[in-house]
């Protein structure tokens, strides 16, 4: 759906359309010139989406410091990205780096929450026993990134596996 200047009726249709489809994995949204609201009402649909794995919202550059932070909170709130993309060159390069360190974050929280839920994993029956794996899958690899954040991880990832629980179905 990429240069089709959707604005912000076409956003709340495609939002509603995402909370109720259940297949679909991948939206593109670059160059369509998204504002703050159209940017709310993408948000509101990754935070309820337990399906889409990719969202590319690179060149909008319309969408604010408001959209922007709507977004941030759906990608925390969202378990099954597995990539985002917001790209806006209007913004200055701390405001970009930002982003990109919050988009990052929230990408690797879902990559170990996927980990840790994946077919096959052990079942982790202590608070210590998770503790001692989700430090070792933290610091295993050579991210010196990831091994500086344990601690931010530990907090947000015990927020994440709450909304977790709430996707696992009955």
Known sequence: LNDNC??????????QM???????????LINNELDDMGAMNI????????????????????????????LMRSLRR?????????????NDDDRIFDITLEIDDCMRMNKM????????????????LFCDKLAFLTTADSDQQAKEQVGKVFSVLRARLDILVGHIPS
């Open 18 to 28: 995402m909370c109720k489809c259940k297949t679909l994995k991948s939206l593109n």
């Open 78 to 90: 969202n378990i099954s990205l597995k990539r985002f993309s917001m790209t806006n060159h209007e």
């Open 113 to 128: 929450v996927k980990k840790l839920t994946a077919p096959g994993c052990d079942k982790i029956t202590s608070p210590a």
């Open 43 to 70: 948000a509101e649909a990754i935070s309820q989406s337990s399906t889409i794995e990719e969202v590319c919202l690179d060149d909008n550059s319309n969408i604010g410091i408001e959209g922007e932070e709507a």
């Open 6 to 15: 959707i604005g912000e009726l076409g956003t709340e249709a495609l939002a």
